[in-house]
């Protein structure tokens, strides 16, 4: 258990709606990372947040969006769904600093399996 | 541009050992990650390179090289649970990590 947790475990909706994902960090941890993973591909970074605020944006859609809220777990919203976002979507989070873990190495949630129909 | 290269597939016998290497180009070096993902699951933290030379954990070693932007991953006594991806990222000069796009790793009996 990476303690970090993500809800829901699976979603199952249909095009063109809205979805939100909600992420859990580690206690401690100020950074939070979404990532999408399609079937057999690779790690798709998405934002980051670190303590509410945006620190980095990778290839995220702009029908994608998301928050770090001030307790620090965040949410990525997708909106208008096709179903190439069918997906993995995993949250990781990291210190954010070297204080109490030199590698500052990310830890990944159990991911929540979307599937757009 | 960045990049990370890494076999896509590859194939080993249980008992045996196997060699996963990583090449890399980016903006700068703060470090080279492995993971490990089965199927379906979370990536999970493996070793972490940052100066040259061999980082022995159990069963499993990383090897960097900065000068030639190259990595390998090294799994010795292949059990069957070891069958997983095995991803390579490096963390560039604004500490952001570059993903590859994973080994898929295959030990047969």
Redesign the interface.
Known sequence: DSGVTQTPKHLITATGQRVTLRCSPRSGDLSVYWYQQSLDQGLQFLIQYYNGEERAKGNILERFSAQQFPDLHSELNLSSLELGDSALYFCASSSGTSNNRPYNEQFFGPGTRLTVL | GQNIDQPTEMTATEGAIVQINCTYQTSGFN?L?WYQQHA??????LS?NVLDGLEEKGRFSSFLSRSKGYSYLLLKELQMKDSASY?CAVRDS?Y??I????TKLSIKP
């Open positions: 470090g990650f379906g699951e979370a990536p999970t933290f972490y991803l604004n952001q990590l993903w590859g796009a994973g």
